[in-house]
């Protein structure tokens, strides 16, 4: 792997990487909650709009939603068209693949139907990013969009670098090279979201749109910066605080706290760091083997009752060894130190 962008990892990038894991702990146990079916539906109608609504779209939360209830909506028909489209490309998200260049391009398709000429092509002319004191950015030219765009992707697929800073980074670039006629703010808040999907399913759920909605001029700003300074970092960096504070911002929504469905009913409280047990080691090769195994299975692999299991868990998530995202039933678990 030869190209790299050009950025650089602060060390409050590196502290904010360590809260957001801390955080989406908390958040995951909290979407496990019995309301968690309307909570997605409301998270992905906040996204919907939120995402459109830093490109000019004019629709209130309220006419979003009736969209995707299927009940008409009196608006301009473009701002209509811009919101189904969206709704169904939200609803293939998991399906499209994050490292591949044909999904890429399938979603553009579904994103910009009707609203462009060739919906789902990179353009073939030239394009320039208006700033609020005229032209803020020439995008490069057409005839290199498709090579910028392979070695993005080779080099998102293949780096070590954290997915947090690689999404991030990916997020700027793709904005940079803006490889499409138009949507190319709403495909880069998508893609970025589906990249952190695929390592904490939690993403396809957490409004990340809306909160950048909030804080739609420094978006900009750190856009501007990164490109000003030749240094995607500094865009990262802004990212990385934007993802904390949604976190932060929709756990409090579901009134998640630290004793949220937490499998007895304990508070987590300071690490207990005791030498692991045998049973603990054995639970925590099991997951290591087979991330995406749910907690009965698991309890008959180490051969225990599930209620032992439980606090066999509470006990290592106290300690810093695992957390898990998504739900019980297609949630994962990650190993946070080694064994």
Request: proline fraction near 5%; charge should be neutral; include cysteine.
């Given at each position: 792997?030869?190209y790299?962008p050009?950025?650089?990892?602060t060390?409050?990038?590196?502290?904010?990487?360590s809260?957001i894991?801390?955080?989406?702990?908390?958040f995951?146990?909290?979407?496990?909650?019995?309301?968690?079916?309307?909570l997605?539906?409301?998270?992905r109608?906040?996204?919907?709009?939120?995402?459109?609504?830093i490109?000019g779209?004019?629709?209130?939360e309220?006419?979003?939603t009736?969209?995707?209830?299927?009940?008409?909506?009196?608006?301009?028909?473009?701002?209509i068209?811009?919101?189904?489209?969206?709704?169904?490309?939200?609803?293939?998200?998991?399906?499209?693949n994050p490292?591949?260049?044909?999904?890429?391009?399938?979603a553009h398709?579904?994103f910009?139907?009707?609203?462009?000429d060739?919906p789902?092509h990179?353009?073939?002319?030239g394009?320039c990013?208006?700033?609020?004191?005229g032209i803020s950015h020439?995008?490069?030219?057409?005839h290199?969009v498709?090579f910028?765009?392979s070695?993005?992707?080779?080099w998102?697929?293949?780096?070590?670098?954290?997915?947090l800073?690689?999404?991030?980074v990916?997020h700027?670039?793709?904005e940079f090279i803006h490889?499409f006629?138009?949507?190319n703010g709403?495909m880069?808040r998508f893609?970025?979201?589906?990249?952190?999907?695929e390592w904490?399913?939690?993403?396809e759920y957490?409004?990340i749109?809306?909160?950048i909605?909030?804080?739609?001029?420094d978006?900009y700003k750190?856009i501007?910066r990164?490109?000003?300074e030749n240094?995607?970092?500094i865009f990262?960096e802004?990212?990385?605080?934007t993802?904390?504070?949604?976190?932060?911002?929709?756990k409090?929504k579901v009134?998640?706290?630290?004793?949220v469905n937490?499998p007895?009913?304990?508070?987590?409280?300071?690490p207990?760091?005791?030498p692991?047990?045998d049973r603990?080691l054995a639970?925590?090769t099991?997951?290591?083997q087979?991330?995406f195994?749910n907690?009965?299975d698991?309890?008959?692999?180490?051969?225990?009752?599930?209620?032992?299991?439980?606090?066999?868990?509470t006990t290592?998530?106290?300690?810093?060894y695992i957390?898990?995202?998504?739900?019980?039933k297609?949630g994962?678990?990650?190993l946070?130190?080694?064994?």
């Amino acid at each position: 792997m030869s190209y790299r962008p050009p950025f650089e990892i602060t060390a409050k990038a590196i502290n904010l990487i360590s809260e957001i894991s801390a955080q989406l702990e908390r958040f995951s146990i909290a979407m496990e909650q019995s309301d968690s079916v309307q909570l997605r539906k409301i998270n992905r109608m906040k996204t919907i709009h939120g995402t459109l609504a830093i490109e000019g779209n004019s629709l209130s939360e309220e006419q979003v939603t009736a969209l995707i209830e299927g009940k008409p909506v009196i608006a301009p028909l473009r701002e209509i068209q811009e919101v189904r489209n969206a709704i169904l490309a939200y609803e293939q998200f998991m399906k499209f693949n994050p490292y591949s260049i044909d999904d890429l391009l399938k979603a553009h398709g579904i994103f910009a139907l009707g609203l462009v000429d060739d919906p789902g092509h990179f353009r073939k002319g030239g394009v320039c990013v208006m700033g609020r004191d005229g032209i803020s950015h020439i995008a490069p030219p057409a005839h290199r969009v498709s090579f910028l765009i392979s070695d993005l992707f080779d080099w998102v697929k293949k780096s070590e670098d954290h997915i947090l800073i690689k999404s991030s980074v990916f997020h700027y670039e793709f904005e940079f090279i803006h490889p499409f006629p138009d949507g190319n703010g709403r495909m880069g808040r998508f893609w970025q979201s589906r990249l952190l999907a695929e390592w904490n399913p939690v993403f396809e759920y957490l409004p990340i749109e809306n909160m950048i909605r909030e804080n739609q001029a420094d978006y900009y700003k750190a856009i501007e910066r990164s490109t000003d300074e030749n240094d995607s970092g500094i865009f990262a960096e802004f990212m990385l605080q934007t993802i904390l504070d949604a976190i932060k911002k929709h756990k409090k929504k579901v009134k998640a706290d630290d004793t949220v469905n937490e499998p007895i009913n304990e508070p987590i409280n300071e690490p207990i760091n005791e030498p692991l047990t045998d049973r603990q080691l054995a639970i925590l090769t099991t997951i290591k083997q087979s991330p995406f195994i749910n907690r009965d299975d698991l309890a008959g692999k180490v051969n225990i009752s599930l209620a032992t299991l439980k606090r066999e868990l509470t006990t290592l998530r106290k300690n810093g060894y695992i957390s898990r995202g998504g739900s019980n039933k297609n949630g994962s678990w990650l190993l946070l130190k080694k064994i």
